[in-house]
């Protein structure tokens, strides 16, 4: 089973994720955009779900984070869904290079076609 890592301190998003993908995916939970890094290291996930809200590092720099370590060679390509709280930060979303984004509240089927979509054009 594969591996995505889902970075939120909301249980309720964390919830949602689960229910909508976590028959099809071992999800790994962090709490903060800080322990994401690390995480990639050591599960090597299939994609990472960042909320655009988490701690003191949001997933814009979160994703910034990832983007610019895997340009490094220092973190292997990584698919990324950010969680967004309004359309309006979807121009957020792109400026951290997310592969796609999804405005909350979460629509289950969506994520699902989403994370598909995504892991289908993963490159081998």
Known sequence: ???????????????????????DHELVRLHAGAEVRAAVLEHDPVLVVLDLQIGNMGGMATCLDLRLEQRADRLPDQRVVMLL???????????????????????????????????ANQPT
């Open 1 to 23: 089973m594969s591996t995505v890592l889902i970075a939120t301190d909301v249980d309720r998003v964390h919830d949602e994720v689960d229910a909508a993908i976590g028959g």
């Open 85 to 119: 709280d309004r359309s309006a930060d979807e121009w957020l979303a792109a400026q951290a290079e997310a592969d796609a984004w999804l405005v909350k509240p979460i629509d289950p089927l969506a994520l699902r076609r989403t994370v598909a979509d995504l892991l």
